[in-house]
């Protein structure tokens, strides 16, 4: 006889929540003052989206957020993490900021606190106003200083109610895949200005985080959300280690290295010298950078495998959220990417639970005792409608199990997280997937707009509400 699986049971204080972001839910592009930002303009340019899809509509949750707060509610999640459109707020990416834009997240906020749900919010989910992307975006070392004007703006209007603060999402995403293979707004392919771009994040990162804390309760806690990768050699071979080490430095240690330790790892200067001499990493910067965080965020969908290229390949190409002619990774011809073994969702990506595991120790090591959240993890697969117009999607379930399995094992193993978040709540516009690829746990009919939980939904609720994973084949 098979023996019965030991329930997988999670601390009372997990906190159990959902993400999404403002281009990819909102709509409402025209609305209240908001301008374009580089999402609007990139959508909108032909041949950048799949079906020239963009967000002007998304899934209208601008004017249906109290339907979708109660959703959640419904469920029993405990939280919930979105991102604020930075030009709604802030319609030129300076000056002062515009009430009535601001008041949409009030209202939000009120409306989540009123359920009991708690908010977190996060400042920049890759919708830079235009006007900056115009006066030259990232790149340029002014951004940094509009992004802490605009963190000051939103700190003053939520600091009192929101708790939990998150000041970039994916900052790679931004930098290599909007600057480098430009599958991701602003479409740019410049390896130097990538580069460029990621200091540029990072320092916004720091001056935002100060900005923060200059005029928020001192209770609230800041962090930041890395899509940083597990990065596995495809043999043990000292070239394809080597090969593995660069690609961690331009996906990892670029980011977490100034901004968890205070400096750029040298053998990143040393990989990326013929491109650039790093001169624009001013004197300071990285004491700036370097800002004591209350908490890591750790996005994670899948794992990269790499091996040292032979003569005769040239370029990687794989950068998960699009393809395109150009490398998002800068100095790193000698690099090839591979498609890690196992079962893959509808994005292609190949689903390997151990993958979070392994991040979630190596930060664990990294800087211990600094809590993390798991900020995003979750799957795309082809949902649809039964004729009874139930969603039933037993790949997601089967998909969250095994992550979240894997994350009460960290925790079990010593590592201090304090919470989940699914991505997505609901099926949205992904990016240049526009609609195609489904991340929700709640199905959008995009005729309609309207909205049915799958069961993954139901699963998850069940797991936020009782603080234990429902087994894989449970009927909801
Ligand atoms: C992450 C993004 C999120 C969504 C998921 C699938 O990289 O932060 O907006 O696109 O991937």
Same mark, same amino acid.
């Given at each position: 006889m098979p023996e019965p699986m030991s329930p997988v049971s999670f601390p009372s204080t997990f906190l159990w929540g959902a993400a999404t972001s403002a281009y990819q839910i909102e709509g409402a592009v025209r609305e209240d003052g908001r301008t374009p930002s580089i999402w609007d303009t990139f959508a909108h340019t032909p041949g950048k989206t799949a079906g020239g899809d963009h967000g002007d509509v998304a899934v209208d949750h601008y004017?249906?957020?109290?339907?979708?707060?109660?959703?959640?509610?419904?469920?029993?999640?405990?939280? /919930?993490? &979105?991102? *604020?459109?930075?030009?709604?707020?802030?319609?030129?990416?300076?000056?002062?900021?515009?009430? #009535?834009?601001?008041?949409? /997240?009030?209202?939000?906020?009120?409306?989540?606190?009123?359920?009991?749900?708690?908010?977190?919010?996060?400042?920049?989910?890759?919708?830079?106003?235009?006007?900056?992307?115009?006066?030259?975006?990232?790149?340029?070392?002014?951004?940094?200083?509009?992004?802490? +004007?605009?963190?000051? *703006?939103?700190g003053e209007a939520l600091g009192d109610r929101v708790e939990q603060w998150i000041t970039l999402n994916e900052p790679w995403c931004s930098a290599f895949l909007g600057y480098g293979s430009?599958?991701?707004?602003?479409?740019?392919?410049?390896?130097?200005?990538?580069?460029?771009?990621?200091?540029?994040?990072?320092?916004?990162?720091?001056?935002?985080?100060?900005?923060?804390?200059?005029?928020?309760?001192?209770?609230?806690?800041?962090?930041?959300?890395?899509?940083?990768? !597990?990065?596995?050699?495809?043999?043990?071979?000292?070239a394809d280690l080597a090969a593995a080490r660069k690609i961690d430095d331009l996906a990892n240690g670029i980011f977490h290295g100034p901004i968890l330790h205070g400096a750029y790892p040298e053998s990143l200067f040393t990989a990326t010298r013929q491109l650039t001499d790093w001169s624009y990493v001013q004197d300071g910067d990285l004491a700036t950078i370097n800002q004591p965080l209350d908490a890591l965020g750790l996005n994670y969908y899948t794992p990269a495998l790499v091996s040292a290229a032979g003569p005769d390949h040239s370029g990687p190409r794989a950068d998960g959220h699009g !393809?395109?002619?150009?490398?998002?990774?800068?100095?790193? =011809?000698?690099?090839?990417?591979?498609?890690?073994?196992?079962?893959?969702?509808?994005?292609?990506?190949? *689903?390997?639970p151990t993958g979070l595991y392994d991040l979630i120790m190596r930060y664990e090591r990294e800087v211990p005792g600094l809590p993390l959240y798991i900020t995003e993890n979750g799957a795309a697969y082809d949902d649809k409608p039964d004729p009874d117009g139930r969603v039933h999607d037993p790949e997601r379930i089967a998909y969250l199990h095994g992550h979240l399995a894997?994350? #009460?094992?960290?925790?079990?193993?010593?590592? =201090?997280?304090?919470?989940?978040?699914?991505?997505?709540?609901?099926?949205?516009? +992904?990016?240049? /997937?526009? /609609? +195609?690829?489904? &991340?929700?746990a709640v199905y959008v009919d995009y005729t309609t707009l309207e909205r049915t939980p799958k069961s993954s939904a139901h699963w998850y609720g069940k797991a936020a509400r009782t603080g234990t994973l429902p087994e894989v084949d449970e009927v909801f």
């Open positions: 004017h249906r957020y109290r339907d979708d707060v109660a959703l959640m509610s419904g469920l029993g999640l405990g939280a /919930y993490r &979105f991102s *604020i459109s930075w030009s709604r707020v802030q319609p030129t990416g300076r000056g002062p900021a515009v009430q #009535r834009g601001l008041d949409f /997240y009030r209202r939000l906020v009120d409306e989540l606190l009123a359920k009991d749900i708690k908010p977190a919010v996060t400042l920049y989910h890759w919708d830079l106003p235009q006007e900056l992307e115009d006066a030259g975006g990232w790149p340029e070392r002014d951004t940094a200083y509009r992004f802490a +004007e605009y963190a000051q *703006i939103v430009g599958v991701h707004a602003p479409g740019r392919t410049e390896p130097v200005a990538t580069l460029r771009a990621s200091h540029h994040l990072n320092l916004a990162h720091g001056l935002g985080a100060k900005a923060l804390r200059s005029v928020m309760p001192a209770r609230n806690t800041v962090a930041l959300s890395l899509n940083s990768s !597990t990065v596995r050699p495809l043999t043990q071979d000292a !393809t395109s002619e150009h490398s998002p990774w800068p100095a790193a =011809d000698d690099v090839l990417f591979h498609q890690p073994p196992g079962d893959r969702t509808a994005m292609g990506w190949s *689903i390997d894997e994350v #009460r094992r960290a925790i079990a193993d010593g590592a =201090d997280v304090r919470g989940y978040f699914l991505w997505s709540l609901l099926d949205n516009f +992904e990016w240049a /997937y526009g /609609y +195609e690829k489904r &991340f929700g």
